[in-house]
RNA sequence: CGGGAGGUAGUUCAGCCCGGUAGAAUACUUGGUUUGGGACCAAGGGGUCGCAGGUUCGAAUCCUGUCCUCCCGACCA
């Protein structure tokens, strides 16, 4: 079975890339780091944008849109976030081509249209939001301003690796802007809260909420707050971030509301994003060597019904029963397909469908409709029971919250086992090289010493916990005191 | 961006070293037998050999350039 698949234990890497293609989540293009998300990654993706949609707007935010293209003295007005993402910026410089002269029906770039001013594909929007706030700021009557937008931003990674960093990838940006430090700084811990809440409840995806070092801070932050999975390697992966960017981008452009007092202030900004590399953390959290395990209240289809038939007889007996069944299920809100194609006998659908990670299969012959039984297969333990047809569309719903607890308790219980406490340099260092994970670990707070320690072992402070236990101890490396345990990680 | 590997039918790959009519398996189409864990038989269709140059009577094969992918590294909100 799944015999096509690379298994976790020959080759990873290997198994992930075959999971996304097999699994007809994406595939590639002949742009180079760009993917194309298929239809049933993007149902997938459509999922869990319309739920974090809905927590965005729940939490008083609205929707709009924001250029693709940043003006270059734009980009560079916020210095820090500038030189951050200096790198790995796609530029436009002209907005023309014609006729080859030397290459008859080739074109060339037009040099005559050259841009007097190049244009940035947005890698992250502040500059350009920042601009635009700066019109529709000027009392504290504008506040807060609570503005996300549903886009795509182009990084030019010299490494891609399909969802987990792509040279173009969808997201979610949220920007928004305020009177005071401290409900800006809520705002920030409050998106942490909806992120953690959507990882955890909604992708079975356990993590943990911290906030990022100085080095590994978004650049143009005051602080960063990330939450942090752990995949099934035992390498963390950054799933969401949200950053308090103080008066950064305030002052770069300018943007200033009058108070209660009528005295000029700089306004207090936010932001926050998760992206498709959630996807990604998804595939590695949960699937198995056979394929994916989708999480059932953002897997595109919950439930696929499977007729064992020999002949279009039985297959009519079989039909009449499953459209007794399938109202009952859509009633309760479920995702179902019956797939009566004859294209394909039973054993390729039960492969192709635990490849691509539908929750619960349901197997209906005449054997079982003379039993008024129907054979429920659950994909995240591979379990199969014969289950009676009466009340069967309630025993799926519960069936289907049941396995979305089960896969959260299963990925916590391997992520808890992976969180180490380390004392000693040895026992940190073959934590990380054995065992993986997390390694919770005293660090003097310095960034040389964060440094040093990313060059011999690969392991970077994923976080520093929230409400983190403070206790005495000695950095891990070099012996000084530290108030309290970080975690490292070696990272996505 | 450095090192390594690769790109030939929808897919996985052989052929390349040593230039000479493009192959296999699988998938697909049709017919038949089948159908409770990736069925079988028969017939059939499907290719600018990544792209662009060059060498040659002749290039999938040799040479140069270029694009895309994978792995390792550097980089990485």
């Not at 409709?369 to 047809?389: F, H, P, Q, W, Y």
């Not at 520093?464 to 000695?474: D, M, T």
Request: a negative charge; aromatic letters at 10%; hydrophobic letters at 40%.
């Amino acid at each position: 079975m799944a015999k096509e698949l690379t298994s976790r234990a020959a080759d990873y890497s290997q198994w992930y890339n075959d999971l996304i293609l097999k699994g007809q989540l994406a595939d590639y293009t002949a742009v180079r780091g760009c993917m194309v998300i298929k239809p049933y990654g993007y149902a997938l993706w459509e999922n869990m944008r319309d739920v974090l949609d809905k927590m965005f707007k729940d939490t008083g935010h609205v929707n709009a849109y924001f250029p693709l293209f940043v003006p270059k003295s734009l980009f560079e007005a916020e210095e820090k976030n500038a030189e951050g993402f200096a790198k790995e910026c796609a530029i436009v410089t002209h907005y023309r081509l014609k006729n080859d002269p030397s290459k008859p029906g080739k074109l060339m770039v037009d040099p005559e249209a050259k841009l007097e001013e190049e244009l940035i594909v947005r890698p992250t929007s502040e500059a350009i939001i920042w601009n635009t706030y700066k019109g529709w700021i000027q009392s504290y009557r504008d506040l807060p301003l609570l503005i996300n937008q549903w886009a795509n931003v182009v990084r030019w990674e010299m490494r891609t690796r399909l969802f987990l960093r792509t040279a173009e990838f969808l997201w979610q940006e949220g920007h928004t802007a305020h009177a005071t430090k401290e409900e800006a700084i809520i705002e920030t811990k409050k998106m942490l809260e909806v992120y953690a809440d959507f990882a955890e409840n909604w992708m079975a995806m356990p993590v943990i909420k911290g906030v990022k070092t100085a080095s590994e801070r978004f650049a143009g932050a005051d602080d960063t707050y990330c939450i942090e999975a752990l995949m099934q390697d035992g390498k963390a992966l950054q799933a969401g971030t949200s950053h308090f960017l103080g008066q950064n981008f305030a002052k770069a452009f300018d943007v200033k509301f009058s108070d209660k007092e009528n005295k000029l202030e700089y306004v207090w900004a936010t932001s926050w994003g998760v992206s498709t590399r959630l996807i990604g953390g998804l595939v590695m959290a949960h699937s198995d060597d056979d394929g994916l395990i989708l999480p059932p209240k953002i897997a595109p289809l919950q439930v696929v019904i499977v007729p064992i038939f020999k002949s279009d007889e039985e297959l009519g007996m079989i039909t009449n029963k499953v459209n007794e069944i399938m109202p009952e299920l859509k009633e309760l809100g479920i995702r179902v397909k019956f797939d009566n194609s004859d294209a394909a006998r039973p054993g390729w659908k039960f492969a192709q469908y635990e490849l691509q990670g539908v929750p619960i299969r349901l197997a209906i012959g005449v054997r079982d409709l003379g039993n008024n039984v129907i054979e429920v297969a659950r994909r995240d333990t591979k379990t199969k029971t014969s289950v009676t047809l009466d009340g069967i569309s309630f025993y799926v719903k519960a069936l289907l919250e049941e396995i979305q607890l089960h896969m959260f308790n299963r990925a916590k219980q391997y992520r808890d086992e992976h969180i180490t406490p380390a004392n000693n340099w040895e026992e940190f260092v073959d934590i990380l090289d054995n065992k993986t994970g997390f390694v919770s670990a005293h660090w003097d707070g310095t960034a040389e010493t964060e440094e040093k320690i990313k060059e011999l072992t690969k392991a970077t402070i994923r976080c520093i916990p929230l409400n983190n236990e403070q206790e005495n101890g000695k950095c891990i490396l070099t012996g000084n005191p530290s108030k309290e345990r970080v975690l490292f990680a070696r990272a996505y």
